[in-house]
């Protein structure tokens, strides 16, 4: 009895990325599966060539959608199918446009089958791949990704280190619910799943992953500024979820003064909540009398972005006023143009958390390859700088 179950969505795909995706399924090392194609309402497209490369196979069934539906709904699908069947102990899915090496299920199971019970989901490294196959990275860069994937589950509150290569126990997802929050449904996920279990990461490359396919969620994000802050909109309010079910607080609020309309605060946002770091909050502090934060954010949602409107108010009388509800334990006013890149938050809330006793901030000294902590008030601010919260109520509110 198969005690295996993959799922396959395809929606539209190029017939060559295709049928590599299948064959490299139907030719693994470990034979012994289920494999459910879930065809999500382009049936007269990409029927034919899913049927000719399966014909004859036993272990394939293929489901169709009457319309497009999207990758949650056909997972939810094809895993339903699946879970029917009591023989089903461990699970996973693969896209359409992916290869598999011959042993990702043979090695993947192997491992969760030999893992305590409280390990629920295995994942490995994967290779990126160029539209005609050809890896894009060099060996160099392989073994910097082993290492940077080999995290502790933890993480994952920031950061999908999952990926693409990956199998579960079937015990676990049967006690949640299925995907969804596209587009980032599988990152959701594990999150959800990663709060019943434990993760174990193996360092080794089983999937070959095609970067900008065609008809791929990121060559949609690509170039697309709209897409992309919906895809961060997700990503975010998934992570404020999962923190939320684990009752882990705020950690940090930046306030973000506007003391003009000039157009350059939409780019200061998308920079700011690209945060590889997410457990803050943006407070936006309108000081305009015209309100012009309001036009200007027109497009941009965050589940812990709002605005105070405070107009004709001087900016530091306004961030006075903001401080009296700050509940956070961190801190930071962003007032320069360019305020906070991509590591700057992780990097300072860890160097905070652990600073000397009666550091009251830290900050960047010079360029971003040193810390300095303050012990004792100064007039300049930089505007990188990340204070504990009571400690700047004490110096701004006296």
Known sequence: ??????????????????????ETILNQTYADFRFIIVIDGVTEQMGPQIRQLTAHDKR??????????????SLNRGFQRLFEDPGIRYVTWVSSDNR?????????????????EEVGLIYSCFREIDADGKPLRDEAFQEEFRRYQNKPKEELLDVCIVGVSFMYKACYARKIAGYHMEPVEDYEYWLRLSHLCDLRYIPVELVEYRVDSDFSI???????IEQHRRWRHAFRLTKKQARERQGIPLETTVYVPVADASG??????????????SNFKTVVVDVTPEGAS???LHGIRDPLLSTRFLPGMPPVEAILACLE?????????????????????????????SAPEGAYSVCYNGDRSDLAYRFFPQAAMPSTEL?????LKELLLG
């Open 1 to 22: 009895m198969s005690d295996v179950g993959i799922v396959m969505p395809v929606y539209l795909q190029r017939p060559s990325y295709l049928k590599e995706a299948i």
């Open 60 to 73: 394939v069934e293929i489901l169709e959608n009457e319309r497009n539906l999207g990758v949650s709904a």
């Open 100 to 116: 598999t090496h011959p042993y990702f299920i043979e090695l993947l199971r192997h491992e969760l089958a030999h893992a305590p």
């Open 218 to 224: 990121s060559a949609q994000l690509k170039g697309s």
């Open 264 to 277: 350059n605060l939409p780019d200061r946002l998308d920079r700011l909540l690209d945060q590889y770091y």
């Open 294 to 296: 309001a036009g200007l």
């Open 325 to 353: 509800d700050l509940s956070t334990p961190f801190a930071a006013i962003a007032y320069r143009e360019k305020d906070f890149e991509y590591m700057d938050l992780q990097v300072l809330t860890a160097a905070l958390r």
């Open 387 to 391: 204070f504990r919260s009571a400690k």
